[in-house]
């Protein structure tokens, strides 16, 4: 009976070790289970912060225009094969279908403003301010992107009023996208804090854009992108053709020839599907310039590549949206701009103590950038040995910015040389001529083949008396005549 006894209270025990066991097992579940839930949600949060934060660190960076275009990659991986034109019908309002090619195509798009209507205006300046010869090798596109078709009609019969020799020369053409093209205008994401009238206005103005980009791809070599209230510069083809020259067998994407907005972008037509593609993508998040930012940064190019002087200016008084006063203005903008200095080829070096990466060939350029040196001495210089003997019709040097106009060459002279002694690294001319002194921080001389009679090697910016302040050479310009033994 005892044995039997302890055999149940074994089998008892057993069974209430096999229940604890399977509870534990159920609560260890239990507890695994939790906890995973507990893991989930933490990783969740933790995924949403840090999405908010990098959300918010893009809009900083767009905000403040310092973009960080790796960022993107990921968005813009298949936007390479979009090269092909997007299938849009396209109304001819006036003119046809060009008969040849072009070199350079200058799109506007255009809609009714509440105060003022400059388009005729600039249109006339296109024209006006070019020669016979570049008006050849130019196609003028104006998109009317409005959808109130009594306005569109009345523009229409001013331009071709005005302009019809131009519209029967093939040089001009008038647009229109029906409104059945459009995406949604209305209920968009409404990024930095814009007013819902501010976000349709500038989503509409990417579309009304890249309608406009991918009816112009395969006009001409080049595209120009203005406003449809600018001012053009005296033969500004003729410019713009000599920066392009001047850039051959460097990579680009876009050349800048006015600081504002998207007035005077300039790019490959070959780019233009992929552009007109992009802006298509995000025609909601932010402004045509702020996404022309990111598309040049996404195809590789990093830096702004702005010419100077400016050969377009914003004209318009009052804004497109909502009549809003606009009164902004390019400093940088002459109207005599196409007498682009030519900068031979040439070895840039300098003796001074160069600030940063401020170096000397930063001065010897067209784009806005500029050689920074710290207080030079008496008999410091900066030296340019051309890399063919040449003759010199004018030479023009600025010293000094805007910002720190205090930054000037004080007391300095320019002289130009003869004679190159050494090797590719050191080479120097024998002798110099002085051509005289520096005023106020800048020279310019003209005649310079007049007064120089020696084929020219070498010039230099001689430092003639110390100065506790820094040094900016802005920007070194020479003309050049015929080379010699031409």
Known sequence: VTLLYAVLHMRHSLKYFDKMRCLRKRSAVSFLGILVVCLL?????IEDSYVLEGDKQLIRETATHQLNPERYVHSFKDLSNFSGSINISYRYLAGTPLPRKRYLTIGLSSVKRKKGNYL??????IFEQSSYEELKEIAVVVQLADFDSAWCEGVVQDISQKFAHHIIAGRLIVIHVPEDYYPVLDGLKRNYNDPEDRVKFRSKQNVDYAFLLNFCANLSDYYVMLEDDVRCSKNFLTAVKK????????????????????????YHSHDLPRLAHFLLMFYQEMPCDWLLIHFRGLLAQ???????????????????????????KDDDFEEESFDIPDN?????????????????????????????????????????????????????VVTGTEDRQNDIL????????EKIVGNKKGRQCTTYLRLGEFK???????????????DINCMRILVTKSQKEWLIIRSISVWTSQTPNQ
């Open 41 to 45: 949600f933490m990783n969740l949060y």
């Open 120 to 125: 005729l205006e600039t249109i006339k300046s």
């Open 243 to 266: 920066v392009i020259t001047s850039r051959e067998g460097s990579y680009w994407v876009t050349l800048e020839f006015s600081k504002l907005g998207y007035i005077g972008k300039l």
């Open 302 to 328: 990093k830096e702004v590549i702005r010419f100077k002087p400016s050969l377009f200016q914003h004209m318009g008084y009052y804004s497109s949206y909502k009549g809003a006063e606009n009164k902004l």
């Open 344 to 396: 031979p080829p040439a070895n840039l070096h300098t003796n001074m103590n160069v600030f940063e990466n401020y170096e000397a060939s930063k001065a010897y350029s067209s784009i806005d950038e500029y050689f920074w040196g710290k207080a030079p001495s008496s008999g410091d210089f900066y030296g340019i040995v051309f890399e063919k003997p040449i003759k010199i019709s004018k030479i023009k």
């Open 410 to 417: 004080h007391h300095g002279a320019l002289e130009v040389g």
């Open 440 to 454: 106020n921080g800048n020279f310019e001389i003209t005649d310079v083949e007049h007064k120089v009679l020696f």
